[in-house]
């Protein structure tokens, strides 16, 4: 059974850091790309990053490029999202998902976590 759980989350200030973790089980991280994703109260899912199966290629929604970086812990079969000059807008439940090939379009993902929530003050 896979499963897939983040955590992480928590309150920081503006220009602040936070790092998410997706902790995944029942797959392997060498045949399953993961992608991170957002919502946010009133907004529709936002695809924000991935990261291929086997880590060869990752991605970026330009609002969150050069500012979070996604990286892999194959031992650990964990991904993690790291969150710099974090801004009020960045505010939203942070969800990872696993597909076995890996997009910014929350649609084609068949496996999720629950979410964490993250939340900036300005």
């Known amino acids: 059974q896979i499963q897939l759980v983040e955590s992480g989350g928590g309150l920081v200030q503006s220009g602040g850091s936070l790092r998410l973790s997706c902790a995944a089980s029942?797959?392997?991280?060498?045949?399953?790309?993961i992608g991170w994703f957002r919502q946010a109260p009133g907004k529709e899912r936002e695809g924000i990053s991935y990261?291929?199966?086997?880590?060869?290629?990752?991605q970026f929604v330009d609002s969150v490029k050069g500012r979070f970086t996604i990286s892999r812990d194959a031992a650990k079969n964990t991904v993690y999202l790291q969150m710099n000059s974090l801004k009020p807008e960045d505010t939203a439940v942070y969800f990872c998902?696993?597909?076995?090939?890996?997009?910014?379009?929350?649609?084609?993902?068949?496996?999720w976590g629950k979410g964490t929530q993250v939340t900036v003050s300005s």
């Open positions: 990261i291929s199966s086997g880590g060869s290629s990752t």
């Open positions: 998902a696993a597909d076995k090939v890996a997009t910014l379009i929350f649609e084609l993902y068949d496996y």
């Open positions: 029942g797959l392997s991280l060498d045949d399953y790309g």
